[in-house]
């Protein structure tokens, strides 16, 4: 692929229509691409240097609160197109290892990207509503520290994403020490039998917090349904990651027959969704 300094990949440059229509074809997560907006805007950008992109009012706000997938994918497609590499950095071979989500019952196939896991899987399809601006809000050039240091730096380096407004919406931590139960891995065994095929729903099917998953990004129903026939459907979001040690504020929607007291560690818990995906009533 053939680049230069100031302007972007020549296969970006070339995207336009014809792409974009291809593109509503393979992308279910995206089924408005082919729009007439988004193949006058991917003809917009055609051109466009690096330094004219990156600046480009779409990366910003308010405009990219309104970006849909088809704009964001007009130069940003090879994010879909890239596969796992054969070969890590490390030396280790993607054939013949697996990755934890491979150990879920809600995964089959070989490895997958990050984007593609949440994006274009078919599991991904059935029980999450995505987009590229829910994770990607922007980021601002000018936050980017050109050369920062352990000891001093006038920038502040900023994520291009806030995991705690994105990943820890779905990922945060199964808090097993709060509710008793020990590390999922081993307490499942004493939950689940071929009768029982997910013991979460032992406490979370009429007990406990029943009203869940009521939010524009998530497909709430599917997930209610796929959930009862395996764990996995629960752990792989909240708590197949080791590193998603970190709690989230889960809002605590009132359920049927709530009781009244909230216990210490939901004090100060919200009780309703953040309205920007809040499901509108029908």
Same mark, same amino acid.
């Given at each position: 692929?053939?680049?230069?300094?100031?302007?972007?990949?020549?296969?970006?440059?070339?995207?336009?229509?014809?792409?974009?229509?291809?593109?509503?074809?393979?992308?279910?997560?995206?089924?408005?691409?082919?729009?007439?907006?988004?193949?006058?805007?991917?003809?917009?950008?055609?051109?466009?240097?690096?330094?004219?992109?990156?600046?480009?009012?779409?990366?910003?706000?308010?405009?990219?609160?309104? +970006?849909?997938?088809?704009?964001? #994918?007009? %130069?940003?497609?090879?994010?879909?197109?890239? /596969?796992?590499?054969? @070969? =890590? &950095?490390?030396?280790?071979?993607?054939?013949?290892?697996?990755?934890?989500?491979?150990?879920?019952?809600?995964?089959?196939?070989?490895?997958?990207?990050?984007?593609?896991?949440?994006?274009?899987?078919?599991? +991904?399809?059935?029980?999450?509503? #995505?987009? %590229?601006?829910?994770?990607?809000?922007?980021? /601002?050039?000018?936050? @980017? =520290? &050109?050369?920062?240091?352990?000891?001093?730096?006038?920038?502040?380096?900023?994520?291009?994403?806030?995991?705690?407004?994105?990943?820890?919406?779905?990922?945060?931590?199964?808090?097993?020490?709060?509710?008793?139960?020990?590390?999922?891995?081993?307490?499942?065994?004493?939950f689940e039998d071929e009768e029982t095929p997910n013991g979460c729903l032992i406490c979370?099917?009429?007990?406990?917090?029943?009203?869940?998953?009521?939010?524009?990004?998530?497909?709430?129903?599917?997930?209610?349904?796929?959930?009862?026939?395996?764990?996995?459907?629960?752990?792989?979001?909240?708590?197949?990651?080791?590193?998603?040690?970190?709690?989230?504020?889960?809002?605590?929607?009132?359920?049927?027959?709530?009781?009244?007291?909230?216990?210490?560690?939901?004090?100060?818990?919200?009780?309703?969704?953040?309205?920007?995906?809040?499901?509108?009533?029908?």
């Open positions: 692929m053939k680049t230069s300094q100031n302007a972007l990949p020549v296969t970006l440059l070339g995207l336009a229509s014809a792409t974009l229509i291809g593109l509503a074809m393979v992308l279910p997560f995206a089924a408005s691409i082919a729009s007439d907006e988004e193949t006058a805007f991917a003809e917009s950008v055609r051109g466009l240097t690096y330094e004219e992109a990156r600046w480009h009012p779409l990366h910003f706000k308010p405009a990219i609160d309104e +970006a849909t997938n088809g704009q964001c #994918l007009a %130069c940003h497609q090879g994010i879909l197109d890239r /596969d796992v590499l054969p @070969e =890590s &950095p490390a030396g280790v071979l993607a054939d013949e290892s697996l990755a934890w989500y491979q150990t879920l019952d809600t995964y089959q196939g070989d490895q997958q990207t990050f984007h593609q896991r949440h994006l274009t899987s078919e599991f +991904a399809r059935d029980v999450m509503n #995505l987009s %590229c601006n829910f994770c990607h809000q922007g980021n /601002d050039p000018r936050e @980017e =520290s &050109p050369s920062a240091t352990a000891t001093d730096s006038p920038f502040t380096l900023r994520k291009v994403v806030n995991p705690s407004e994105t990943c820890l919406r779905c990922h945060g931590t199964y808090s097993w020490e709060m509710m008793g139960t020990g590390p999922w891995h081993e307490a499942r065994v004493d979370h099917g009429e007990l406990y917090r029943t009203v869940r998953h009521q939010v524009t990004y998530l497909n709430g129903d599917t997930i209610e349904d796929l959930a009862q026939s395996s764990s996995d459907v629960c752990f792989g979001c909240h708590g197949g990651r080791a590193w998603y040690n970190i709690p989230y504020p889960y809002p605590r929607h009132p359920w049927p027959d709530m009781d009244e007291d909230v216990p210490e560690w939901a004090e100060d818990r919200p009780t309703g969704s953040d309205a920007r995906f809040q499901i509108e009533p029908q």
